[in-house]
């Protein structure tokens, strides 16, 4: 074949391989003197998609300062392995970070992105992206017990005579969206205790959809030694037609016929199907019966099978066993299909009819498909032939490199010049009902949040939105698993390094602002194509904050995901860095929440603010991006956060609310109305008051206290300010001796939900 | 004392239904409806307990299947089961499938009532319950017109009957003292239909029901969800609920022998 001849072939068969990597392929054949097979051809393209490979991160990035190779591995890799945190039972190894909790009970944490079929079938696309999420969680042992979800939609009212041909309006994404993750999260019956939407012209033709979810195991049960002579059994649904090539397509740009040509990678779930299964999982695991787990996800039985048998070192499959839900004659159809709901389980061989009976009585089908070998070969035998006799070595063994151009100078921003309006509280009223800010009540509504009745702190508390969700999983232990994320993909448009880094800051203090403590982070990117150098320098540059962050807040990277190629007829989507921390709460009756408690308390700033309105919200209700971006100070950053830790532990802090969209003045208004009380503040001197109120500078908080100077010493030598006091039923705001902000708790809340006036 | 909590598949409320049921003593075995169909032994146990979740999809109508497969193989241990006067109760799911199964509001070959769909659709939310004049044991640790705060999570809670009969169905429901918890606003006065207080347009605001002789309840709202003070949503103001475990330690109580009793 000629080179135009391999790229048609890899275009056309929707194999996403590169010119380099079919020669490669062609190389390999040649040697073994013939053709390969159409299972052959898919099971390679599934290992060495950017989905399976991860090609970009591993690739080498040339820059204007020379070649940057590994950027996982040198950025966030290197973070976790510098803090070399003790209570990190396994991080990057398998599908989900797993870290230690209370005695020999472990949390898993994992966090998937479901874009592109979300985009396409936007209610499908979010089913089988909460589906997926859980099967990681089971794959590594977990029992599920919470789902968090970050979904982000270009903006509601967009025109319909602006949306391109093939895009589907950003209303009907939101709705399909929003009822896939309310259709599986809730029938499983896994609460989704945490999340944000957010929303941005650049996500009118490719929405995100993050799922994550949280597990839970114990140390004996995390089982990972599967041998030669072991049993592949394939268990759960049957195996169709839906979700063919859904690796390969996650890294194809969506166009104005990814409808015709890619329905087919959006799969069908059935929640029920799954419920079963976890059943049954968590009684297999219980009784300690299997060597091995891994779910069927990106790339169906080819990845799971493949990743497993690299580890013994070979496996014989015999695709007849797949149940299918219709007759399908191809094989390559069934080895990467990607139908939901099934999970892969290594059985030593005297067990294996005790687990298939655990299975039956669960009602869930489970089929041996193969036995691991040593042999060093994928050996696939369908309808009595050899369809496929691979070289393992081979399969994980590509000498591609790839190499991605970052040479690019970033483009300098102005500050906008303005003075300042005469009233701020309709520029307060205006930011608190902008879309990114507004309550998202009528979406956590629909959301199952208390199912197994371990939610201690809820998304939504009294009338105000929470910084973190926290479970209290054990009946036997007050210990609390805290949940919170952080992204700003605003501060993406200024500097990708800002971005990733107040993501940190943000996902961080959240979770310290109810009481959590002892970070384990997961990185999700969401991203343009790394094929434009601006997109790729950008994602150098979050990884380099990455490590920087990382490191300062010792919070390691447990897991994490990528998803390159977020690209439309409008566009790359901004840079989107989300970051989740799992922090733990010693006690959760010591946690706090957000709304304000008491007449007559106190309140305070903590952090500094600084004149940093790039990309703000403010800047963003005029029509301004500016450039002052919010930083993160590495030295001090920390400090606060473990200091706002010591002044929970004491019993100083009667609520705490973080400082993000809106700064100050949203934060104040919501810990208020959420509490049904008022206060009275006072600004300092030294900065427009505008600014003051509304600068979005990170690792901040409002705390209410009644014991000042058990407060003042717990932030000894931090920055510290009183702002005023707690009571009445309007918020007031005072600077240089005028009031600036004078409003009803009642007028506030209503701009927060939406309520026309 | 012995609690029979049933799951079918999709059964997704059984861990903190166990929980509570524990708290108050109780030995609660959780068994997969499958063996408790082929066992056909209810009579070993003293209280049957339906959780909620989503039994079988909640395809058809939620708690069609369940109802319809439990009535199928065990409807005369069953009935046995209410004749001896020992509780039932069915949580959200559990409410479903106990009208299904034709035990509410009354025994009877066929539902008299039915569960539609909520006016507004799914939610999850706190909802505050006054507690009526009524003939339920399990209720028996409330006190009439005392205001409870226990969250709903379903789409399909709207207590309803057939067009038409619904005055006379109120009537007997009512002069049976068979109403057990109303969805009411924060001050026990009542929701009138209105939401958010009623958050699923339920005829008269019925929450919670049972059966003429007092001892089968079925409710929307989870008292399982409600029952340790860390589990409310207010609780860091420093309040120290328990409202569902009552209905628990009260359940405990009438499941010690003691019939139906007016309060």
């Known amino acids: 074949m000629s080179d135009p001849e391999l790229v048609k072939l890899s275009r056309d068969g929707q194999l996403s391989l590169s010119l380099e990597e079919m020669r490669e392929i062609k190389k390999y054949f040649a040697a073994q003197k013939r053709e390969p097979t159409d299972v052959e051809l898919e099971a390679v393209a599934q290992t060495w998609s950017e989905h399976c490979g991860h090609k970009t991160f591993k690739g080498v990035f040339l820059t204007n300062d020379g070649e940057v190779c590994n950027i996982f591995k040198k950025y966030i890799a290197a973070a976790t392995k510098k803090i070399n945190a003790p209570w990190c039972f396994s991080v990057f190894e398998d599908n989900a970070g797993i870290v230690e909790f209370e005695g020999d009970w472990l949390l898993s944490f994992k966090a998937e992105t479901h874009n592109h079929p979300s985009a396409l079938e936007p209610f499908g696309g979010a089913v089988t992206g909460v589906g997926g999420v859980i099967r990681d969680i089971l794959g590594a042992w977990g029992d599920p017990i919470a789902n968090t979800d ?16 093939g895009t589907k309006r950003p209303q009907y994404i939101h709705d399909g969206v929003i009822s896939g993750i309310q259709a599986y999260g809730n029938n499983m019956g896994i609460p989704t205790i945490n999340g944000a939407i957010y929303f941005d012209e650049s996500y009118v033709g490719n929405p995100l959809v993050f799922c994550g979810c949280l597990g839970m195991l114990r140390k004996k049960h995390y089982v990972r030694r599967t041998k030669a002579g072991d049993v592949a059994l394939l268990v759960g649904g049957k195996t169709g037609r839906d979700g063919m090539h859904g690796v390969t397509f996650a ?9 015709e040509t890619s329905r087919s990678a959006v799969q069908i779930g059935d929640p029920i199907e799954e419920e079963k299964i976890k059943r049954a999982m968590v009684r297999v695991r219980e009784e300690g019966l299997a060597s091995g787990t891994t779910d069927l996800g990106g790339g ?14 070979g496996i014989e499959v015999h695709l007849d066993n797949v149940r299918l839900k219709y007759p399908m004659s191809e094989a390559w159809e069934i080895w990467i299909s990607e139908s939901q709901e099934r999970m892969l389980l290594t059985v030593p061989p005297q067990n294996l009819e005790r687990v298939t009976k655990i299975f039956e009585s669960e009602e869930v089908e489970a089929v041996p498909i193969g036995i691991f070998n040593s042999s060093g070969k994928l050996r696939i035998k369908y309808k009595g032939a050899m369809v496929a006799d691979l070289d393992l070595s081979f399969m994980f063994g590509s000498s591609f490199v790839q190499k991605t151009d970052a040479r690019f100078t970033p483009k300098t921003h102005v500050e906008p010049a303005f003075s300042q309006p005469k009233d701020l509280t309709h520029a307060l009223l205006k930011i608190l009902g902008m879309p990114n800010v507004m309550s998202k009540r009528r979406v956590i509504q629909k959301y199952d949040h208390e199912v197994k009745g371990n939610t201690a702190i809820k998304p939504l508390h009294r009338a105000g939105p929470g910084d973190a969700a926290v479970l209290k999983p054990l009946d036997d232990s007050w210990k609390g698993a805290v949940l919170s994320n952080g992204f700003n993909p605003e501060y993406g448009k200024i500097s990708a390094y800002w971005m990733a880094a107040s993501a940190i800051d943000e996902a961080i203090r959240n979770n310290a602002a109810v009481g959590g403590r002892r970070f ?3 990185d999700n990117f969401s991203w343009g194509t790394p094929n434009k150098p601006e997109n790729a320098l950008a994602l150098l540059d979050a990884c380099r904050a990455c490590y920087d962050f990382g490191v300062a807040f010792n919070a390691p990277f447990i897991s994490g995901k990528d998803s390159l190629y977020n690209e439309s007829p409008m566009g790359s989507i901004a840079h989107t860095l989300v970051i989740s921390a799992l922090g733990i709460s010693p006690d959760v009756r010591k946690c706090v929440t957000m709304d304000v408690k008491r007449e007559g308390n106190a309140l305070y700033l903590v952090g500094e603010t600084k004149q940093e309105l790039g990309g703000s919200h403010y800047y963003k209700s005029m029509g301004y991006l500016g450039a002052s971006v919010p930083q993160v100070d590495k030295e001090k950053a920390p400090a606060i956060v473990s200091a706002l830790t010591s002044a929970i532990d004491s019993g100083a802090v009667r609520s705490c609310h973080d400082l993000s969209e809106g700064g100050l003045g949203v934060a104040l208004a919501e810990s208020c109305f959420a509490g049904g009380l008022g206060a009275d503040v006072v600004l300092p001197k030294g900065m427009r008051s505008d600014f003051f109120l ?20 717990a932030f000894k030598g931090l920055p510290l300010l009183r702002l005023g006091t707690v009571g009445g039923k309007r918020v007031r705001v005072a600077a240089e001796g005028k009031t600036i902000v004078d409003a009803g708790i009642d007028e506030l809340r209503d701009a927060w939900e939406g309520v026309s006036k | 004392m012995k609690a029979l909590v049933m799951r079918a598949p999709g059964t997704n409320c059984d861990s903190e239904m166990v929980r509570a049921l524990k708290t108050v003593g109780f030995d609660a075995p959780l068994v997969h409806i499958n063996d408790v169909l082929r066992e056909k032994n209810l009579s070993r146990y003293d209280v049957l307990v339906f959780p909620g979740g989503f039994s079988y999809g909640d395809y058809i109508r939620s708690g069609a299947i369940w109802g319809k497969k439990f009535v199928a193989v065990l409807k005369d241990e069953l009935r046995d089961f209410v004749a001896a006067k020992k509780p039932i109760v069915g949580v959200c799911n559990g409410m479903q499938v106990l009208v299904e199964a034709g035990l509410i509001p009354r025994t009877a070959d066929y539902p008299e009532a039915a569960m539609a769909s909520n006016s507004l659709g799914y939610r999850c939310m706190w909802t505050w319950l006054r507690v009526e004049k009524n003939v339920c044991g399990i209720a028996g640790l409330y006190k009439k017109g005392e205001v409870l705060r226990v969250p709903i999570a379903h789409g399909e809670g709207r207590y309803t009957v057939a067009p038409g009969t619904e005055k006379k169905a109120l009537a007997e429901l009512e002069g049976n003292e068979q109403i057990v918890f109303r969805y009411c606003k924060p001050d026990g006065s009542p929701a009138g239909g209105e939401y958010p207080w009623n958050p699923n347009g339920s005829l008269s605001d019925i929450a919670g029901i049972c059966n ?3 001892n089968v309840l079925a409710m929307m709202p989870h008292p399982e969800r409600a029952s340790f003070f860390w589990q409310f949503p207010d609780w860091t103001l420093g309040e120290k609920r328990e409202d569902g475990l009552r209905l628990f330690k009260g359940l405990a109580g009438s499941a010690g022998g003691k019939s139906g009793r007016s309060i």
Not at chain 1, 251 to 259: D, P
Not at chain 1, 300 to 313: F, H
Not at chain 1, 694 to 713: D, G, I, M, P, Y
């Open chain 1, 150 to 165: 970050i979904l982000c939609f270009g903006p509601l009212d967009f025109p319909d005579s602006k949306l391109p041909a």
């Open chain 1, 251 to 259: 890294s194809v740009e969506l166009h104005e016929k990814s409808e």
């Open chain 1, 300 to 313: 169906g039985l080819s990845s799971a099978v493949t990743e497993t048998a690299q580890r013994t070192g």
């Open chain 1, 520 to 522: 384990a982070i997961l």
């Open chain 1, 694 to 713: 509304f600068s979005e500078s990170n690792t901040r908080f409002v705390v209410e206290t009644e014991n000042e100077e058990k407060l003042k010493a």
């Open chain 2, 212 to 214: 003429p002789e007092g």
